[in-house]
Protein backbone atom coordinates (compact mmCIF):
# COMPACT_ATOMS: atom_id res chain seq x y z
CA UNK A 1 0.00 0.00 0.00
CA UNK A 2 1.73 4.06 -0.99
CA UNK A 3 1.16 5.96 1.31
CA UNK A 4 -0.12 9.72 0.49
CA UNK A 5 2.43 12.39 0.53
CA UNK A 6 0.73 13.77 4.00
CA UNK A 7 1.91 10.89 5.72
CA UNK A 8 5.18 10.81 7.77
CA UNK A 9 7.07 7.55 9.70
CA UNK A 10 7.61 8.96 13.35
CA UNK A 11 8.27 6.14 15.15
CA UNK A 12 11.93 5.06 15.25
CA UNK A 13 11.02 1.30 15.65
CA UNK A 14 9.63 1.24 12.07
CA UNK A 15 12.33 0.28 10.10
CA UNK A 16 14.07 -2.38 12.66
CA UNK A 17 11.55 -5.06 12.61
CA UNK A 18 9.12 -4.38 15.05
CA UNK A 19 6.39 -3.27 12.66
CA UNK A 20 5.45 0.03 10.54
CA UNK A 21 4.92 1.97 13.98
CA UNK A 22 3.32 5.69 14.07
CA UNK A 23 2.15 7.81 11.47
CA UNK A 24 1.69 11.26 11.94
CA UNK A 25 -0.22 13.50 9.74
CA UNK A 26 0.77 17.25 9.00
CA UNK A 27 -1.21 19.72 7.02
CA UNK A 28 -0.25 20.50 3.50
CA UNK A 29 -0.47 24.33 4.25
CA UNK A 30 0.82 26.58 6.85
CA UNK A 31 2.17 23.79 8.85
CA UNK A 32 0.47 25.73 12.07
CA UNK A 33 -0.07 22.95 14.15
CA UNK A 34 0.42 18.76 13.72
CA UNK A 35 -2.50 16.66 13.93
CA UNK A 36 -1.32 13.20 15.17
CA UNK A 37 -2.91 9.96 13.96
CA UNK A 38 -1.69 6.90 15.42
CA UNK A 39 -3.21 4.19 12.78
CA UNK A 40 -0.86 1.21 12.90
CA UNK A 41 -0.53 -0.60 9.73
CA UNK A 42 2.23 -3.17 9.77
CA UNK A 43 3.02 -5.75 7.30
CA UNK A 44 3.43 -9.34 8.24
CA UNK A 45 6.35 -10.76 9.22
CA UNK A 46 7.59 -14.42 11.09
CA UNK A 47 7.07 -13.65 14.88
CA UNK A 48 6.70 -9.67 14.61
CA UNK A 49 5.83 -7.62 16.91
CA UNK A 50 3.61 -4.70 16.93
CA UNK A 51 2.44 -1.67 19.45
CA UNK A 52 -0.43 0.11 19.26
CA UNK A 53 -2.51 1.90 21.35
CA UNK A 54 -4.79 1.67 23.03
CA UNK A 55 -8.09 3.17 22.00
CA UNK A 56 -6.67 3.89 18.60
CA UNK A 57 -7.69 1.80 15.14
CA UNK A 58 -5.21 -0.84 14.55
CA UNK A 59 -4.66 -2.49 10.96
CA UNK A 60 -2.20 -5.27 10.33
CA UNK A 61 -1.56 -6.76 6.48
CA UNK A 62 -1.61 -10.27 5.62
CA UNK A 63 -0.32 -9.95 2.37
CA UNK A 64 -0.53 -13.11 0.39
CA UNK A 65 2.89 -12.04 -1.88
CA UNK A 66 5.12 -12.45 1.42
CA UNK A 67 3.83 -16.55 1.97
CA UNK A 68 4.22 -17.44 -1.46
CA UNK A 69 7.72 -18.01 -0.87
CA UNK A 70 6.87 -20.31 1.63
CA UNK A 71 4.67 -23.33 -0.06
CA UNK A 72 6.46 -25.80 -1.94
CA UNK A 73 7.72 -25.98 -4.95
CA UNK A 74 9.37 -22.62 -3.99
CA UNK A 75 9.16 -20.32 -7.18
CA UNK A 76 11.96 -18.85 -9.06
CA UNK A 77 13.14 -14.85 -9.27
CA UNK A 78 10.59 -13.37 -11.77
CA UNK A 79 8.18 -16.54 -11.70
CA UNK A 80 4.58 -15.72 -10.95
CA UNK A 81 2.36 -18.00 -9.12
CA UNK A 82 -1.30 -17.00 -8.22
CA UNK A 83 -1.85 -19.42 -5.73
CA UNK A 84 -5.51 -19.21 -3.47
CA UNK A 85 -4.20 -18.50 -0.33
CA UNK A 86 -6.38 -18.24 3.29
CA UNK A 87 -6.16 -17.06 6.53
CA UNK A 88 -7.02 -18.35 10.23
CA UNK A 89 -6.58 -16.46 12.92
CA UNK A 90 -7.01 -17.33 16.52
CA UNK A 91 -5.30 -16.00 20.14
CA UNK A 92 -2.54 -18.54 20.95
CA UNK A 93 -4.11 -21.30 23.12
CA UNK A 94 -7.50 -20.60 21.92
CA UNK A 95 -9.97 -21.09 18.94
CA UNK A 96 -10.81 -17.33 18.14
CA UNK A 97 -9.26 -13.97 18.14
CA UNK A 98 -9.67 -11.36 20.90
CA UNK A 99 -13.18 -9.60 21.27
CA UNK A 100 -11.52 -6.34 20.05
CA UNK A 101 -10.01 -7.67 16.96
CA UNK A 102 -11.79 -8.44 14.16
CA UNK A 103 -10.04 -10.15 10.57
CA UNK A 104 -11.61 -10.01 6.41
CA UNK A 105 -10.41 -11.64 3.52
CA UNK A 106 -12.99 -11.13 0.52
CA UNK A 107 -11.14 -13.85 -1.84
CA UNK A 108 -8.55 -16.40 -2.00
CA UNK A 109 -6.72 -14.00 -3.95
CA UNK A 110 -6.68 -11.05 -1.73
CA UNK A 111 -4.92 -10.02 1.12
CA UNK A 112 -6.18 -10.75 4.77
CA UNK A 113 -6.41 -7.46 7.59
CA UNK A 114 -6.75 -7.39 11.01
CA UNK A 115 -8.32 -4.79 12.73
CA UNK A 116 -9.67 -3.49 15.52
CA UNK A 117 -8.74 -1.05 18.36
CA UNK A 118 -7.98 -2.32 21.14
CA UNK A 119 -9.39 -1.47 24.95
CA UNK A 120 -7.30 0.16 27.84
CA UNK A 121 -8.19 -3.33 30.04
CA UNK A 122 -5.71 -4.71 27.13
CA UNK A 123 -2.80 -2.71 27.85
CA UNK A 124 0.65 -4.27 29.18
CA UNK A 125 -0.50 -7.82 28.29
CA UNK A 126 1.27 -8.96 25.43
CA UNK A 127 -1.66 -10.73 22.78
CA UNK A 128 0.24 -13.65 20.85
CA UNK A 129 -1.97 -14.26 17.68
CA UNK A 130 -0.97 -17.07 15.44
CA UNK A 131 -1.68 -16.60 11.92
CA UNK A 132 -1.85 -19.88 10.18
CA UNK A 133 -1.57 -19.87 5.91
CA UNK A 134 -3.57 -22.70 3.27
CA UNK A 135 -2.45 -22.43 0.07
CA UNK A 136 -5.88 -24.39 -1.17
CA UNK A 137 -3.87 -25.65 -4.19
CA UNK A 138 -1.22 -27.99 -2.85
CA UNK A 139 -3.01 -27.96 1.00
CA UNK A 140 0.27 -26.89 2.76
CA UNK A 141 0.05 -24.47 5.91
CA UNK A 142 2.53 -22.31 7.57
CA UNK A 143 2.10 -20.90 10.62
CA UNK A 144 3.62 -17.11 12.22
CA UNK A 145 3.21 -15.67 15.41
CA UNK A 146 1.94 -12.21 15.54
CA UNK A 147 2.97 -10.44 19.24
CA UNK A 148 0.67 -7.63 19.60
CA UNK A 149 1.99 -5.19 22.42
CA UNK A 150 -0.97 -3.02 23.64
CA UNK A 151 0.61 0.63 24.93
CA UNK A 152 -1.29 2.99 26.56
CA UNK A 153 -2.37 6.61 24.76
CA UNK A 154 -1.87 9.93 26.95
CA UNK A 155 -4.60 11.90 24.95
CA UNK A 156 -6.99 8.91 25.04
CA UNK A 157 -9.61 8.80 25.26
CA UNK A 158 -10.57 11.87 23.34
CA UNK A 159 -13.32 13.75 24.65
CA UNK A 160 -15.24 14.45 21.42
CA UNK A 161 -16.14 11.56 19.11
CA UNK A 162 -17.82 11.58 15.50
CA UNK A 163 -19.31 8.53 13.86
CA UNK A 164 -19.70 8.50 10.16
CA UNK A 165 -21.60 6.34 7.93
CA UNK A 166 -20.03 6.25 4.49
CA UNK A 167 -22.09 4.28 2.29
CA UNK A 168 -19.91 3.74 -0.70
CA UNK A 169 -17.24 1.85 0.95
CA UNK A 170 -16.55 -1.70 2.19
CA UNK A 171 -14.06 -2.23 5.22
CA UNK A 172 -12.11 -3.82 3.20
CA UNK A 173 -11.44 -0.63 1.10
CA UNK A 174 -11.70 2.01 3.84
CA UNK A 175 -8.97 -0.19 5.75
CA UNK A 176 -6.40 0.97 2.79
CA UNK A 177 -4.12 3.60 4.09
CA UNK A 178 -4.68 6.12 1.37
CA UNK A 179 -8.18 5.95 1.64
CA UNK A 180 -8.79 6.35 5.33
CA UNK A 181 -5.78 9.06 4.86
CA UNK A 182 -8.10 10.80 2.27
CA UNK A 183 -11.46 11.03 4.79
CA UNK A 184 -9.24 11.81 7.99
CA UNK A 185 -7.98 14.37 5.91
CA UNK A 186 -11.52 16.00 4.57
CA UNK A 187 -12.52 15.13 8.55
CA UNK A 188 -9.78 17.27 9.38
CA UNK A 189 -10.71 20.25 7.02
CA UNK A 190 -14.32 20.69 8.85
CA UNK A 191 -13.76 20.24 11.91
CA UNK A 192 -9.98 21.66 12.67
CA UNK A 193 -9.26 19.41 15.94
CA UNK A 194 -5.31 19.94 17.28
CA UNK A 195 -5.49 16.06 17.69
CA UNK A 196 -7.64 13.48 15.83
CA UNK A 197 -7.47 9.44 15.76
CA UNK A 198 -9.13 6.90 13.75
CA UNK A 199 -11.02 5.01 17.19
CA UNK A 200 -12.74 2.61 15.16
CA UNK A 201 -14.35 0.59 11.50
CA UNK A 202 -17.62 -1.24 11.61
CA UNK A 203 -18.43 -3.25 8.62
CA UNK A 204 -22.56 -2.11 7.88
CA UNK A 205 -23.03 -5.96 8.09
CA UNK A 206 -21.74 -5.80 11.84
CA UNK A 207 -24.15 -3.80 12.71
CA UNK A 208 -27.31 -5.31 11.52
CA UNK A 209 -27.06 -4.37 7.53
CA UNK A 210 -27.98 -6.65 4.61
CA UNK A 211 -26.15 -8.01 1.83
CA UNK A 212 -26.53 -5.49 -1.28
CA UNK A 213 -27.71 -6.65 -4.78
CA UNK A 214 -24.59 -7.29 -6.98
CA UNK A 215 -25.63 -4.50 -9.44
CA UNK A 216 -24.51 -0.81 -10.02
CA UNK A 217 -21.46 -2.15 -8.21
CA UNK A 218 -23.41 -1.79 -4.49
CA UNK A 219 -21.43 -1.41 -1.38
CA UNK A 220 -22.46 -2.61 2.13
CA UNK A 221 -21.29 0.83 3.76
CA UNK A 222 -18.99 0.71 6.70
CA UNK A 223 -19.02 3.13 10.02
CA UNK A 224 -15.77 5.16 10.45
CA UNK A 225 -15.56 6.63 14.22
CA UNK A 226 -13.05 9.69 14.82
CA UNK A 227 -11.89 11.27 18.10
CA UNK A 228 -10.63 14.78 18.37
CA UNK A 229 -9.95 17.51 21.57
CA UNK A 230 -12.13 20.34 20.60
CA UNK A 231 -15.61 20.60 20.26
CA UNK A 232 -17.91 19.53 17.04
CA UNK A 233 -17.44 22.13 14.51
CA UNK A 234 -20.75 23.76 13.34
CA UNK A 235 -20.98 22.39 10.32
CA UNK A 236 -21.38 19.04 11.94
CA UNK A 237 -24.19 20.56 14.04
CA UNK A 238 -26.25 20.93 11.52
CA UNK A 239 -27.01 17.34 11.62
CA UNK A 240 -29.31 18.41 14.92
CA UNK A 241 -31.42 21.07 13.03
CA UNK A 242 -35.24 20.63 13.37
CA UNK A 243 -35.44 21.05 9.78
CA UNK A 244 -32.83 18.40 9.06
CA UNK A 245 -34.14 15.59 11.68
CA UNK A 246 -37.13 16.26 9.81
CA UNK A 247 -36.34 15.35 6.87
CA UNK A 248 -34.10 12.57 8.32
CA UNK A 249 -37.73 11.10 9.49
CA UNK A 250 -39.49 11.58 6.21
CA UNK A 251 -36.52 9.60 4.42
CA UNK A 252 -34.68 12.51 2.67
CA UNK A 253 -31.38 13.64 2.77
CA UNK A 254 -30.30 16.96 5.26
CA UNK A 255 -29.24 19.80 3.67
CA UNK A 256 -25.47 19.74 5.06
CA UNK A 257 -22.75 22.47 3.77
CA UNK A 258 -19.89 20.69 4.33
CA UNK A 259 -21.36 17.63 2.39
CA UNK A 260 -19.34 18.41 -0.89
CA UNK A 261 -16.16 18.10 0.70
CA UNK A 262 -17.09 14.65 1.19
CA UNK A 263 -18.78 14.20 -1.85
CA UNK A 264 -16.10 14.06 -4.08
CA UNK A 265 -14.88 10.29 -2.70
CA UNK A 266 -17.04 9.70 0.32
CA UNK A 267 -20.94 9.54 0.33
CA UNK A 268 -22.08 9.80 3.91
CA UNK A 269 -25.70 9.51 5.44
CA UNK A 270 -25.91 12.49 7.47
CA UNK A 271 -28.71 10.64 9.03
CA UNK A 272 -26.77 8.33 11.33
CA UNK A 273 -24.08 10.51 11.94
CA UNK A 274 -23.31 9.87 16.05
CA UNK A 275 -22.19 12.90 17.82
CA UNK A 276 -20.67 12.17 21.55
CA UNK A 277 -19.75 14.57 23.83
CA UNK A 278 -17.99 12.24 26.87
CA UNK A 279 -17.65 15.41 28.61
CA UNK A 280 -21.12 15.83 29.15
CA UNK A 281 -21.54 12.94 30.26
CA UNK A 282 -22.42 11.56 33.96
CA UNK A 283 -22.07 8.38 35.45
CA UNK A 284 -25.19 6.59 35.71
CA UNK A 285 -23.76 4.61 38.57
CA UNK A 286 -26.27 4.12 41.27
CA UNK A 287 -25.91 3.16 44.93
CA UNK A 288 -28.09 -0.32 45.59
CA UNK A 289 -30.33 0.26 48.20
CA UNK A 290 -31.20 -3.07 49.76
CA UNK A 291 -35.37 -3.33 49.68
CA UNK A 292 -37.90 -5.50 47.71
CA UNK A 293 -36.38 -8.17 45.79
CA UNK A 294 -32.66 -8.10 47.09
CA UNK A 295 -31.48 -10.55 50.03
CA UNK A 296 -29.83 -9.95 52.73
CA UNK A 297 -26.23 -10.22 53.01
CA UNK A 298 -26.18 -13.74 54.77
CA UNK A 299 -22.51 -14.03 55.70
CA UNK A 300 -19.85 -16.61 54.75
CA UNK A 301 -21.76 -20.05 53.12
CA UNK A 302 -21.31 -23.03 55.14
CA UNK A 303 -21.73 -26.19 53.34
CA UNK A 304 -23.58 -29.17 55.25
CA UNK A 305 -21.26 -31.44 57.39
CA UNK A 306 -20.04 -34.69 55.52
CA UNK A 307 -22.44 -37.04 58.68
CA UNK A 308 -25.38 -36.96 57.28
CA UNK A 309 -28.23 -38.80 58.76
CA UNK A 310 -30.13 -41.39 56.40
CA UNK A 311 -33.60 -40.80 55.86
CA UNK A 312 -36.42 -42.74 56.29
CA UNK A 313 -38.21 -43.02 52.77
CA UNK A 314 -41.18 -45.45 53.75
CA UNK A 315 -43.68 -42.28 54.48
CA UNK A 316 -42.99 -41.00 50.85
CA UNK A 317 -43.26 -44.63 49.64
CA UNK A 318 -47.14 -44.80 51.40
CA UNK A 319 -48.22 -41.22 50.05
CA UNK A 320 -46.49 -41.67 46.54
CA UNK A 321 -47.73 -45.32 45.69
CA UNK A 322 -49.71 -46.69 48.21
CA UNK A 323 -52.57 -44.09 48.63
CA UNK A 324 -53.60 -43.81 45.19
CA UNK A 325 -53.23 -47.24 44.72
CA UNK A 326 -56.38 -47.86 47.48
CA UNK A 327 -58.11 -44.96 45.57
CA UNK A 328 -58.02 -47.03 42.25
CA UNK A 329 -58.88 -50.50 43.79
CA UNK A 330 -61.89 -48.83 46.03
CA UNK A 331 -63.23 -47.14 42.46
CA UNK A 332 -62.64 -50.03 40.68
CA UNK A 333 -65.28 -52.26 42.87
CA UNK A 334 -67.62 -49.78 43.26
CA UNK A 335 -67.95 -49.88 39.42
CA UNK A 336 -67.47 -53.85 39.58
CA UNK A 337 -70.71 -53.62 41.67
CA UNK A 338 -72.84 -51.17 39.46
CA UNK A 339 -72.12 -53.06 35.95
CA UNK A 340 -72.69 -56.61 37.24
CA UNK A 341 -74.71 -56.54 41.03
CA UNK A 342 -77.61 -54.23 39.73
CA UNK A 343 -78.27 -55.15 36.49
CA UNK A 344 -82.57 -55.49 36.54
CA UNK A 345 -82.76 -58.22 33.58
CA UNK A 346 -84.54 -59.84 31.03
CA UNK A 347 -87.29 -60.90 32.64
CA UNK A 348 -88.28 -57.87 34.87
CA UNK A 349 -87.76 -55.53 31.45
CA UNK A 350 -90.99 -57.95 29.95
CA UNK A 351 -93.08 -57.73 32.88
CA UNK A 352 -92.92 -53.98 32.86
CA UNK A 353 -93.60 -53.86 29.02
CA UNK A 354 -97.20 -53.84 27.76
CA UNK A 355 -97.95 -57.65 25.93
CA UNK A 356 -98.95 -55.69 22.74
CA UNK A 357 -95.85 -54.52 22.35
CA UNK A 358 -93.70 -57.78 22.97
CA UNK A 359 -96.02 -59.31 20.45
CA UNK A 360 -95.48 -56.52 17.95
CA UNK A 361 -91.52 -56.76 18.70
CA UNK A 362 -91.50 -60.28 18.41
CA UNK A 363 -93.46 -60.08 15.25
CA UNK A 364 -90.82 -57.89 13.89
CA UNK A 365 -87.92 -60.16 14.98
CA UNK A 366 -89.66 -62.92 13.13
CA UNK A 367 -89.76 -61.01 10.20
CA UNK A 368 -86.11 -59.64 10.06
CA UNK A 369 -84.90 -63.90 11.40
CA UNK A 370 -86.89 -64.75 7.84
CA UNK A 371 -85.51 -61.96 5.57
CA UNK A 372 -82.02 -63.06 6.86
CA UNK A 373 -82.39 -66.27 6.44
CA UNK A 374 -84.12 -65.86 2.68
CA UNK A 375 -80.73 -63.83 2.05
CA UNK A 376 -78.20 -67.16 2.27
CA UNK A 377 -80.39 -69.86 1.02
CA UNK A 378 -82.45 -68.30 -2.19
CA UNK A 379 -84.18 -71.93 -3.12
CA UNK A 380 -86.60 -71.75 -0.36
CA UNK A 381 -89.97 -71.06 -0.36
CA UNK A 382 -91.68 -68.17 -0.54
CA UNK A 383 -92.66 -66.57 2.72
CA UNK A 384 -95.89 -66.83 3.28
CA UNK A 385 -96.96 -63.11 3.57
CA UNK A 386 -96.21 -63.00 0.30
CA UNK A 387 -98.71 -65.70 -1.37
CA UNK A 388 -102.64 -64.80 -1.40
CA UNK A 389 -104.76 -66.64 1.17
CA UNK A 390 -108.24 -66.44 -0.73
CA UNK A 391 -109.59 -66.28 -4.41
CA UNK A 392 -110.13 -62.39 -5.32
CA UNK A 393 -113.86 -63.66 -6.51
CA UNK A 394 -115.31 -66.39 -4.99
CA UNK A 395 -113.45 -65.61 -1.74
CA UNK A 396 -112.50 -69.21 -1.01
CA UNK A 397 -109.63 -69.68 0.91
CA UNK A 398 -106.49 -71.25 -0.89
CA UNK A 399 -104.13 -73.25 0.89
CA UNK A 400 -100.88 -71.96 0.80
CA UNK A 401 -98.24 -73.04 -2.33
CA UNK A 402 -95.41 -75.17 -1.58
CA UNK A 403 -91.65 -75.50 -3.49
CA UNK A 404 -92.71 -79.02 -4.64
CA UNK A 405 -95.27 -77.63 -6.92
CA UNK A 406 -93.96 -74.70 -7.99
CA UNK A 407 -90.27 -73.16 -8.87
CA UNK A 408 -89.33 -70.44 -6.65
CA UNK A 409 -87.13 -68.88 -8.29
CA UNK A 410 -89.76 -68.22 -11.04
CA UNK A 411 -92.49 -67.69 -9.42
CA UNK A 412 -93.93 -63.57 -9.45
CA UNK A 413 -94.00 -61.91 -6.33
CA UNK A 414 -97.97 -61.02 -6.55
CA UNK A 415 -99.63 -64.01 -8.83
CA UNK A 416 -102.20 -62.61 -11.44
CA UNK A 417 -105.35 -63.86 -11.64
CA UNK A 418 -104.58 -66.57 -14.97
CA UNK A 419 -102.20 -67.90 -12.21
CA UNK A 420 -104.71 -68.71 -9.57
CA UNK A 421 -106.08 -72.21 -9.66
CA UNK A 422 -110.13 -72.70 -9.63
CA UNK A 423 -110.65 -69.31 -11.43
CA UNK A 424 -113.45 -68.76 -12.79
CA UNK A 425 -114.83 -67.33 -15.63
CA UNK A 426 -116.52 -63.70 -16.11
CA UNK A 427 -118.99 -64.06 -18.78
CA UNK A 428 -118.68 -61.04 -20.46
CA UNK A 429 -120.98 -58.71 -22.41
CA UNK A 430 -121.80 -59.90 -26.31
CA UNK A 431 -122.04 -57.04 -28.58
CA UNK A 432 -125.37 -56.29 -30.65
CA UNK A 433 -124.44 -57.61 -34.76
CA UNK A 434 -125.52 -60.22 -36.94
CA UNK A 435 -123.40 -63.50 -36.07
CA UNK A 436 -121.30 -65.31 -38.68
CA UNK A 437 -121.15 -69.39 -37.93
Not at 297 to 321: A, N, Q, V
Request: hydrophobic fraction near 35%; proline fraction near 8%.
Amino acid sequence: MQLPRWWELGDPCAWTGQGRGTRRMSPATTGTFLLTVYTIFSKVHSDRNVYPSAGVLFVHVLEREYFKGEFPPYPKPGEISNDPITFNTNLMGYPDRPGWLRYIQRTPYSDGVLYGSPTAENVGKPTVIEITAYNRRTFETTRHNLIINIMSAEDFPLPYQAEFFIKNMNVEEMLASEVLGDFLGAVKNVWQPERLNAINITSALDRGGRVPLPINDMKEGVYVMVGADVPFSSCLREVENPQNQLRCSQEMEPVITCDKKFRTQFYIDWCKISLVDKTKQVSTYQEVIRGEGILPDGGEYKPPSDSLKSRDYYTDFLITLAVPSAVALLLFLILAYIMCCRREGVEKRNMQTPDIQLVHHSAIQKSTKELRDMSKNREIAWPLSTLPVFHPVTGEIIPPLHADSYESTNMPLMQTQQNLPHQTQIPQQQTTGKWYP
